[in-house]
């Protein structure tokens, strides 16, 4: 029997934050190692009109792996002050 899986409603997820890369060709490959990881944990998307920006969330507790993630591409996730990395 095919275990059903609900999509996460936003409310879970922590805010959209900004992801910077050194050029556009680590943005996309960044995107692309994301995608291979098939999770609902955390979500990635190119930023509209930036070419080495992506936007990140991710649910409570999976910050670091998607950190992680981000810096192996030269990246790091920009976040606000008031912003927990834990969270």
């Known amino acids: 029997m095919k275990k059903e899986t609900v999509p996460a409603s936003s409310a879970e997820f922590g805010p959209w934050t900004a992801a910077r890369f050194h050029t556009q060709e680590a943005r996309d ?3 692309v190692a994301f995608a291979a990881l098939r999770t609902d944990e955390v979500e990635a998307v190119g ?5 080495r920006g992506a936007l990140v969330r991710w649910r409570p507790g999976k910050f670091l792996g998607l950190n992680d993630v981000a810096h192996g591409h030269g990246g790091r996730i920009v976040l606000p002050a ?4 834990g969270g």
């Open 29 to 31: 490959h960044f995107l």
């Open 47 to 51: 930023m509209p009109g930036e070419g």
């Open 82 to 85: 008031t912003r927990r990395r």
